[in-house]
T-cell receptor, first 114, second 114 residues
Framework: KAGVTQTPRYLIKTRGQQVTLSCSPI?????VSWYQQTPGQGLQFLFE???????NKGNFPGRFSGRQFSNSRSEMNVSTLELGDSALYLC?????????????FGPGTRLTVT | GNSVTQMEGPVTLSEEAFLTINCTYT??????LFWYVQYPGEGLQLLLK?????DKGSNKGFEATYRKETTSFHLEKGSVQVSDSAVYFC?????????????FGKGTKLSVKP
């Protein structure tokens, strides 16, 4: 069974640009969550989607947005990039939203903002 | 707010040594607790979990017990191997019933020497 895939794996952008990251969950999984990982702040929750609806949102500015499609694939978008947005962005999928379901993480997208 | 504090690394041990990584949490209600592991160049993998007080999670020789009285979830392993070298994250789910919103500790890097 294929795992969670994230594209692209690496990305370099310039300040002020926008970027879209993609996440394909494990087949049959309907919940997708996004996290930002930086050396300074560690792992921080961005948002969670289930059946195309955003269920939870972390404490990030409105420049960070996301969506989920009917096939459960998810995208996150960051507009007006700042240097501090450089991070590893991790996507995780699970069958549902209950804490009894295991989350499976993808390898991440490494975003560098110059 | 809810938070997780885990011991700072890096931790360096010899093969077959005993491992303890301390984790304490602050949360309202009754969170579920998790340990995740991140091997070099890979995404996070769930190592073990506990969903209520006094539960013991275990996997691959690792154990952790959910102690509500001390708000702790320390990770232990009796005899570490070189292959256990990785970064370990303690986490809690803060959104009652939803695992999508995980709060992570800063991570502890473990290096095991032959």
């Amino acid at each position: 069974k294929a795992g969670v895939t994230q594209t692209p794996r690496y990305l370099i952008k310039t300040r002020g640009q926008q970027v879209t990251l993609s996440c394909s969950p494990i087949s049959g999984h309907r919940s997708v969550s996004w996290y930002q990982q930086t050396p300074g702040q560690g792992l921080q929750f961005l948002f969670e989607y289930f059946s195309e609806t955003q269920r939870n949102k972390g404490n990030f500015p409105g420049r960070f947005s996301g969506r989920q499609f009917s096939n459960s694939r998810s995208e996150m978008n960051v507009s007006t990039l700042e240097l501090g947005d450089s991070a590893l962005y991790l996507c995780a999928s699970s069958i549902g939203t209950s804490e009894t379901y295991e989350q499976y993480f993808g390898p991440g997208t490494r975003l560098t903002v110059t | 707010g809810n938070s997780v504090t885990q011991m700072e690394g890096p931790v360096t041990l010899s093969e077959e040594a005993f491992l303890t990584i301390n984790c304490t949490y602050t949360a309202t209600g009754y969170p579920s607790l998790f340990w995740y592991v991140q091997y070099p160049g890979e995404g996070l993998q769930l190592l073990l979990k506990a969903t209520k007080a006094d539960d013991k999670g275990s996997n691959k020789g690792f154990e952790a017990t959910y102690r509500k009285e001390t708000t702790s979830f320390h990770l232990e392993k009796g005899s570490v191997q070189v292959s256990d070298s990785a970064v370990y994250f303690c986490a809690l789910s803060s959104n009652g019933g939803s695992q999508g919103n995980l709060i992570f500790g800063k991570g502890t890097k473990l290096s095991v020497k032959p």
